[in-house]
């Protein structure tokens, strides 16, 4: 049975930082890009990051870039995503997915499994 556990998600203060995790299981890690999206009540879901197979080459959305950070231990089946200065407008739910291809997606429809999301609140 394929399951994506998302973990590590909080309440946190703003400039804050958490570490989320995804641990894979019911497939084989290793030949799936995986990626972490966001999505709000009332909005659509959001591209946060993504990570190549192999976790040589990752990719982070422009509102992220230089305070969040994909990566990969294929050895131990997770996928993680540092998150560092948090501010409330990353206030959200967060979800993990894996992607039958070599590298990550932006793109929703690319991705095969999701897990079940963990929440992160940003607030004082």
């Known amino acids: 049975q394929v399951q994506l556990m998302e973990s590590g998600g909080g309440l946190v203060q703003p400039g804050g930082s958490l570490r989320l995790s995804c641990a894979a299981s019911?497939?084989?890690?290793?030949?799936?890009?995986m990626g972490w999206f966001r999505q709000a009540p009332g909005k659509e879901r959001e591209f946060v990051a993504s990570?190549?197979?192999?976790?040589?080459?990752?990719f982070h959305a422009d509102s992220v870039k230089g305070r969040f950070t994909i990566s990969r231990a294929n050895t131990e089946n997770t996928a993680y995503l540092q998150m560092n200065n948090l501010n409330p407008q990353d206030t959200t739910i967060y979800y993990c997915?894996?992607?039958?291809?070599?590298?990550?997606?932006?793109?929703?429809?690319?991705?095969?499994?999701w897990g079940q999301g963990t929440q992160v609140t940003v607030s004082s």
């Open positions: 997915a894996a992607a039958r291809r070599v590298y990550g997606s932006r793109t929703e429809s690319d991705y095969d499994y």
């Open positions: 990570i190549s197979r192999s976790g040589d080459y990752a």
């Open positions: 019911g497939f084989t890690f290793t030949n799936y890009a």
